[in-house]
């Protein structure tokens, strides 16, 4: 069977984390939070949150895009998170 069509196991949605990256003051970050504090608790997934302000390699790649949202490192979404896309990007 073709790799494109082969289904790959959905993974343990408590193995992943996501990463909201953005700044204080920012609406949109706010609402990124409020969808991935519901969705990871539901998953039981973890997530942390980092300030482009106190990091300039952050500040340098994602300033025009927060807020960001990372799941395992690679980035899933920027401005609007999707509850239900974020559901399926950890395997729930």
């Known amino acids: ?15 992943s984390t996501v990463t909201l990256i953005g ?26 949150e980092r300030d482009i302000t106190q990091d300039a390699e952050l500040h340098r790649k994602y300033w025009e895009q927060i807020p960001v949202v990372l799941v395992d490192g690679a980035q899933h979404d920027f401005w609007r998170v999707d509850p239900k896309r974020l559901r399926t990007a950890l395997g729930g």
């Open 1 to 15: 069977m073709s790799p494109l069509l082969r289904r790959t196991p959905r993974q343990n949605p408590a193995d």
């Open 23 to 48: 700044k204080p003051g920012c609406h949109l970050c706010d609402d990124a939070r409020e969808v991935i504090v519901t969705v990871c608790e539901e998953l039981g997934a973890s997530w942390e």
